[in-house]
């Protein structure tokens, strides 16, 4: 079993739901990646996504395209992503990380190399924005291969078919894209995400996460109500935009345990 079901399976034993929060690797400073991620783990983090930085992210909204941008300049590539892993992995072996990125790194470092590293790191999944189902065969296997989880993006202009397509290929959990848009973009309908959900559990039994739009405690709470997991990603990025070096730890702890408990009002 992998971390990240075991992390599910644990939850729902315990009545909870997930909170994945996500920050950007590389931002604002490579050797504060690993510090952040462990805060988030003090601050109630169930499952970590690390954003892999990359030059032209479409899914991205300006807040991480900033994360991106200052992690690049300040020299992050794929590999000393791959090296934060490990290094987090040699204090904590049990909280999940998931890697977020594009395909544009992992071709160039090679699918099987990339599979075989980063399994090797401890990364438990890899979510590539644009790998669409239709053309992610290699992918997915190449990642089971190495006991890790291909994860992908629902939209909630995807149709049946599409989530057919990732329901196939798919495994640890799906993301729902909350907004029809970018990251941090518009306002959160949270009862047209509720209504879309049942659609989504047809196709597939795996844990349901909803991200894109949440910024505090009380609409976690609300995502919470009827999501497997709430993933928190640009109001992260936006506190460390206001932390300094020395305070960013503190104040990302103190972001995501407030958000933690919105998630924790709520119980299966």
Same mark, same amino acid.
């Given at each position: #079993?992998?971390?990240?079901?075991?992390?599910?399976?644990? =939850?729902?034993?315990?009545?909870? @739901?997930?909170?994945?929060?996500?920050? *950007?690797?590389?931002?604002?400073?490579?050797? =504060?990646?690993?510090?952040?991620?462990?805060?988030?783990?003090?601050?109630?983090?169930?499952?970590?996504?690390?954003?892999?930085?990359?030059?032209?992210? #479409?899914?991205?909204?300006?807040?991480?395209?900033?994360?991106? /941008?200052?992690? =690049?300049?300040?020299? #992050?590539?794929?590999?000393?992503?791959?090296?934060?892993?490990?290094?987090?992995?040699?204090?904590?072996?049990? *909280?999940?990380?998931?890697?977020?990125?594009?395909?544009?790194?992992?071709?160039?470092?090679?699918?099987?190399?990339?599979?075989?590293?980063?399994?090797?790191?401890?990364?438990?999944?890899?979510?590539? $924005?644009?790998?669409?189902?239709?053309?992610?065969?290699?992918?997915?296997?190449?990642?089971?291969? %190495?006991? #890790?989880?291909?994860?992908?993006?629902?939209? !909630?202009?995807?149709?049946? &078919?599409?989530? /057919?397509?990732?329901?196939?290929?798919?495994?640890?959990?799906?993301?729902?894209?909350?907004?029809?848009?970018?990251?941090?973009?518009?306002?959160?309908?949270?009862?047209?995400?509720? /209504?879309?959900?049942?659609?989504?559990?047809?196709?597939?039994?795996? !844990? $349901?996460?909803?991200?894109?739009?949440?910024?505090?405690?009380?609409?976690?709470?609300?995502?919470?109500?009827?999501?497997?997991?709430?993933?928190?990603?640009?109001?992260?990025?936006? /506190?460390? &935009? @206001?932390?300094?070096?020395?305070?960013?730890?503190? @104040? $990302? @702890?103190?972001?995501?345990?407030?958000?933690?408990?919105?998630?924790? &009002?709520?119980? %299966?």
């Amino acid at each position: #079993m992998s971390r990240i079901q075991t992390a599910f399976e644990r =939850l729902k034993g315990e009545g909870r @739901k997930a909170l994945i929060p996500f920050i *950007t690797a590389g931002d604002p400073d490579a050797d =504060l990646t690993v510090p952040l991620m462990h805060a988030l783990v003090e601050a109630g983090a169930d499952v970590i996504e690390l954003g892999v930085p990359f030059s032209d992210p #479409m899914a991205d909204g300006p807040t991480i395209q900033r994360a991106s /941008e200052r992690a =690049l300049a300040r020299g #992050m590539t794929l590999r000393k992503v791959l090296q934060r892993v490990t290094a987090f992995r040699a204090e904590n072996d049990t *909280t999940p990380v998931v890697l977020m990125g594009y395909a544009n790194p992992i071709e160039a470092m090679g699918l099987q190399t990339f599979a075989e590293k980063a399994a090797q790191s401890g990364v438990d999944g890899v979510l590539v $924005v644009d790998y669409p189902p239709e053309e992610a065969e290699n992918f997915g296997a190449a990642m089971k291969a %190495q006991g #890790m989880d291909p994860i992908f993006l629902i939209a !909630p202009t995807s149709t049946p &078919e599409r989530i /057919e397509q990732v329901a196939k290929i798919a495994s640890g959990y799906v993301y729902y894209v909350s907004l029809a848009g970018v990251t941090g973009s518009g306002a959160l309908n949270v009862d047209a995400v509720a /209504e879309r959900l049942p659609a989504i559990r047809e196709k597939t039994g795996l !844990p $349901v996460g909803v991200g894109f739009g949440i910024r505090d405690a009380s609409t976690a709470a609300r995502i919470a109500g009827f999501a497997d997991a709430v993933v928190v990603g640009s109001r992260i990025i936006e /506190e460390i &935009e @206001k932390s300094t070096a020395e305070t960013v730890c503190t @104040k $990302v @702890k103190a972001l995501v345990s407030a958000i933690r408990s919105g998630v924790d &009002e709520v119980k %299966q």
